[in-house]
């Protein structure tokens, strides 16, 4: 029999996986949060303790390099020294359903119960509709007490923005996990929402940074960013051709 969610931990049920902060970083617009927290673990040398696998992620496998299938999964990845103790959620997909999303949602905040985690910073993009050069990451948390901290950081406030509230798991473990005692705080770096946008990942990394007192080399992203920066300016150029050719062929 298929189970709805099974979770599965690695390593035996004496390991001490305890942490003090989760961090959110699944598939979203532009996936700026999928990149930068992925870039954090990746920087920091984190090490996967669980995969997550359910029947509300898409119906589907997703094959690799090699032509292998695979069950689309979520990752629990965790990363401690003497400072900080960090659980990070990354993976393949979020929910298809509503429903999903907050059977998900709860699954992913008994993990962050069993670990001990105070507090979740959820990570995502703010799809502005159009290419943005001065990139804001813009903010919101679960107590008001946040805020102060998060402005501190470089992350703002906007009125009315996000004007349609965090869809998914980023709004969800803020909402939910005030239900269960714990601090949260959602990062958006705004982006156009068309593309992969890893300028804007750097963005949000810079504030997260700051906020967690880590110092991640962003290097990788920012090389990343500037490749995509030479895509754009090339697509920029083809259109505009294009737009010539065709006033051209009308005159």
């Known amino acids: 029999m298929i189970e709805d969610i099974s979770v599965d931990f690695f390593g035996s049920d004496s390991d001490d996986f305890s942490c003090d902060i989760m961090i959110e970083g699944l598939p979203g617009v532009g996936q700026v949060g999928k990149l930068a927290a992925e870039h954090m673990m990746e920087e920091l040398g984190a090490e996967k303790i669980a995969e997550i696998r359910s029947i509300f ?11 292998v299938a695979h069950l689309p999964k979520n990752e629990i990845y965790r990363y401690a020294d003497e400072k900080v103790r960090i659980m990070f959620l990354v993976g393949d997909f979020q929910s298809g359903s509503a429903e999903g999303h907050y059977i998900l949602t709860d699954t992913y905040l008994d993990i962050a119960e069993k670990l001990g985690i105070k507090r979740i910073y959820t990570l995502g993009g703010y799809g502005v509709g159009h ?49 269960r005692g714990m601090e949260g705080i959602c ?15 750097n963005c949000l990394l810079a504030v997260l940074s700051k906020m967690l007192g880590i110092s991640i080399d962003s290097a990788k992203l920012q090389e990343r960013a500037s490749e995509m920066e030479v895509f754009l300016e090339r697509l920029k150029t083809m259109e505009q051709m294009k737009t010539e050719d065709e006033l051209s062929y009308i005159g």
């Open 57 to 67: 992620f898409p119906p589907q496998v997703l094959v690799d390099a090699a032509g």
């Open 131 to 179: 290419l943005i050069q001065d990139i804001r990451v813009i903010a919101a948390v679960n107590d008001e007490k946040l805020k102060e901290e998060v402005t501190n950081s470089g992350a703002v406030f906007a009125q009315d923005e996000p004007g349609g509230g965090i869809i998914g798991a980023s709004g969800l473990l803020l909402g939910l996990g005030a239900k």
């Open 187 to 201: 990062l958006m770096g705004e982006t156009s929402g068309y593309i992969v946008d890893p300028k804007s990942s």
